[in-house]
């Protein structure tokens, strides 16, 4: 704890930039996450979404930028060292290890914790988590066994078997049915009531708005807005990069 009144966000990002040779995925972005909250991210395919997140968890390397977690410099440390700090990610493609069972999987989310904090954890997290994300009746099951909504649970499960800090997830409800999605956003909502605090990218607008409480816009790489989810949502920039070109799509 600092001595200050106010607490430092749980996470600070300042003018961050990823760029693979000339394409600029992330140029410039600095965005602010205070705890507890749910904060959404939009952008049409290829605005930087997932590369931020990446960014975050050091999976992409930075061009440029800063980081803190919890007011701490962490711009420097690798990937396992992020976990350990509490922050935990689901993959926009699906990350399952194949030959291993649903709560096997899950249990990998348990080694990937400071040693300190997997003490404090018994095994029987593993069997909260499953139940909680509704998948403890497929546990001896394969992953390639199952659709692809229920491997995004298992994913989920295996991200917040750990009690992370912070939640990042990247498109969680993609492949899955309204009444799945509805199950996610409860969910989301479930975590945030214990203090959770997460990043969601999603394409879905209308579940960003239900379960966000902050959203921002990016495009090519830059943020283009941010603010409160109906507003994100009527911003001009947002509505002609993301919206109309969706639009143009369907
Ligand atoms: N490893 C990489 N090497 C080279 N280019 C990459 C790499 N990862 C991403 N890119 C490029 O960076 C840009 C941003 O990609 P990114 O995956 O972050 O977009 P996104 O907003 O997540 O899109 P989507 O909504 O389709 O998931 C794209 O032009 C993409 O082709
Ligand atoms: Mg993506």
Redesign the pocket.
């Given at each position: 704890m600092t001595s200050s009144d106010t607490p430092s966000p749980l996470l600070e990002l300042t003018d961050i930039a990823v760029h693979?040779?000339g394409?600029k995925?992330?140029d410039g972005v600095t965005i602010s996450l205070d705890e507890g909250l749910i904060y959404g991210i939009m952008?049409?395919?290829?605005?930087?979404?997932?590369?931020?997140l990446?960014a975050v968890t050091r999976l992409?390397p930075l061009t440029r930028g800063e980081m803190k977690f919890d007011g701490t410099q962490f711009t420097k440390v690798r990937p396992h060292q992020v976990a350990h700090l509490g922050v935990a990610r689901t993959f926009?493609t699906v990350r399952l290890i194949d030959d291993r069972t649903v709560r096997d999987n899950v249990l990998l989310g348990l080694d990937t914790v400071s040693r300190r904090r997997r003490r404090e954890l018994p095994d029987s997290a593993v069997d909260e988590v499953m139940e909680r994300v509704g998948i403890t009746a497929i546990q001896r099951v394969r992953p390639s066994e199952l659709s692809y909504g229920m491997q995004r649970r298992v994913e989920i499960a295996r991200a917040i078997v750990g009690k992370p800090r912070l939640l990042l997830l990247?498109?969680p409800t993609a492949g899955m049915n309204t009444a799945e999605r509805d199950e996610v956003s409860e969910l989301m909502r479930a975590l945030q009531s214990e203090g959770l605090t997460q990043l969601l990218?999603e394409?879905d607008v209308a579940m960003m708005v239900d379960v966000c409480d902050y959203l921002f816009g990016?495009n090519q790489?830059e943020l283009i807005a941010q603010g409160k989810p109906a507003a994100v949502v009527a911003d001009k920039a947002v509505r002609e990069s993301y919206l109309g070109k969706q639009a143009g799509d369907a």
């Open positions: 693979f040779g394409v995925a992330v952008g049409s395919n290829g605005s930087g979404k997932s590369t931020l990446g992409n926009q990247d498109e990218v394409h990016m790489g």
